[in-house]
């Protein structure tokens, strides 16, 4: 855990959490001034309030960064944390449960995101319940995750719905249970009464299966592990005929870090960068319930426990940690180069402003660079902007503007930078958070541009010259 502490630390000063949407929020957190409400997630502003903070106080981007980030990545350090600490007097041996859906997790590229903090919400409540349901603060605390889990994601209804299963099958509360229904009702009528285009385009066809499903072989490979480690430990811990083999926890380990390497490796070479897979999410509510069944309370009354678990499933347990330290740190070192590629890019001697299309401008091509080139790379371009003064000056040297599709025309004839198609941003407004920007000179008016561009006379040549 320390290890994995430490990865995420170092991510953290990496700024890994702006990739994708990251990188979109906490523009809109410096340029709006207020924190950012994606889609009517209303409690997706609650890990942006550091950075916001930090923001108000004028900070400096570094700081900003810095605040946003470790805000994102505490948020799956201390779930792991909670699990551990419910688990490690009672059933040690389950913890190989919530590390290995964490490890699943890294599957998913992004930091931010309102799905993954779903997960890590919940797998301390599941646990929690399984093990200690009859605890009136344990359900006191389900009592308040429901209206919080609402505004989280649409897919908050699955989540409402199988902490009620699970509180049902331990406490038998019966007020709590009707009461995690009537927020999954809730959020049921709230995404039928409108959800975003957004949203709506992960509901059917290739959208959705682009939204659910793993791509690469790493990811198969890490899902089909991950989700046959899961049955075994869960069987094993509910069941009363007998124990798995002996070698088979050391296979299971051995296959952890083979997926992870191979997970690694497509990182590295620009592979499987993705915002987030839906079946993580998918499998992991799974084996939530598979806890909750295999190990049942009764009258306070905790389940048995499996003689020996802990011992031989703790090479499981360590293997999915490492490889969540070594995972995290890949993608530290490759986002660490991409955002060092963007700045090279933005400083290059050359114009105001940089065009971004699917295949230019050629800096961002390299598959190192894939992390980098997205949609969002020109905010991560400011976000990111170089920290360079010239010799002899105590100000920022001036940087060009990267803007996608015909953006730099449009800022040169209306002075507004067009971030995205749906985000404007004027050129005063953008030096005025970011720091100074190369001057995008205007194009002169209609009957001055004929002077200017009119044929100029030719020089008398003669003596006297």
């Not at 605390?141 to 889990?149: D, E, F, I, S």
Request: one cysteine or more; aromatic letters at 8%.
């Amino acid at each position: 855990m320390i290890l994995v502490a430490g990865a995420y630390l170092i991510a953290s000063l990496a700024g890994l959490p702006l990739y994708a949407d990251g990188g979109h929020y906490l523009f809109r957190i410096i340029v709006d001034g207020v924190p950012y409400v994606p889609d009517g997630r209303l409690a997706a502003v609650i890990p942006q309030l550091p950075a916001w903070f930090a923001a108000r106080l004028d900070t400096g981007l570094a700081a900003i960064r810095l605040a946003f980030s470790v805000s994102y990545l505490l948020l799956p350090l201390v779930s792991l944390l909670t699990c551990w600490l419910i688990l490690r007097r009672t059933a040690p041996w389950l913890m190989v449960l919530p590390a290995t859906g964490a490890l699943l997790n890294q599957i998913n590229a992004s930091g931010v995101s309102e799905l993954l903090a779903l997960i890590d919400l919940m797998w301390p409540l599941v646990l929690a319940l399984s093990l200690e349901g009859h605890r009136r603060g344990v359900r006191s605390l389900v009592w308040l995750a429901g209206p919080l889990m609402v505004t989280l994601h649409p897919v908050s209804l699955l989540a409402c719905l199988t902490l009620a299963l699970a509180v049902w099958l331990t406490s038998r509360d019966l007020r709590l249970t009707i009461w995690l229904g009537i927020c999954a009702l809730g959020r049921l009528a709230w995404s039928l009464m409108g959800l975003s285009g957004y949203e709506q385009s992960h509901l059917v066809g290739d959208g959705a299966l682009w939204y659910l499903l793993t791509q690469t072989p790493g990811q198969h490979a890490m899902l089909a592990v991950v989700t046959l480690i899961g049955l075994a430990v869960t069987w094993e811990s509910g069941s009363r005929s007998g124990r798995l083999p002996r070698w088979m926890p050391r296979v299971a380990a051995g296959l952890l870090l083979v997926a992870a390497a191979l997970v690694g490796h497509e990182l590295i070479w620009g592979q499987g960068w993705r915002l987030k897979s839906g079946i993580t999410f998918v499998v992991q509510l799974g084996l939530m319930m598979a806890v909750t069944l295999s190990v049942p309370v009764a009258n306070g009354r905790r389940g048995s426990t499996p003689l020996g678990s802990d011992i031989r499933w703790s090479s499981v347990r360590d293997a999915a940690l490492f490889a969540i330290a070594a995972l995290m740190l890949v993608k530290t070192a490759a986002w660490w180069t991409a955002t060092r590629g963007l700045q090279n890019l933005v400083s290059e001697p050359g114009g105001p402003c940089i065009q971004h299309t699917r295949q230019a401008p050629f800096a961002l091509q390299w598959p190192w660079m894939a992390p980098i080139d997205e949609w969002n790379a020109p905010m991560n371009a400011l976000l990111f902007r170089p920290d360079f003064r010239p010799s002899g000056s105590e100000n920022l040297a001036p940087i060009a503007v990267l803007l996608p599709r015909d953006g730099c025309a449009r800022a040169a004839a209306t002075g507004m930078a067009y971030m995205t198609p749906w985000l404007p941003v004027s050129w005063t407004r953008l030096e005025q958070h970011f720091g100074p920007l190369r001057p995008m000179i205007p194009n002169p008016p209609m009957e001055r541009r004929a002077w200017i561009q009119a044929p100029k006379p030719t020089p008398r040549t003669g003596s006297g010259l």
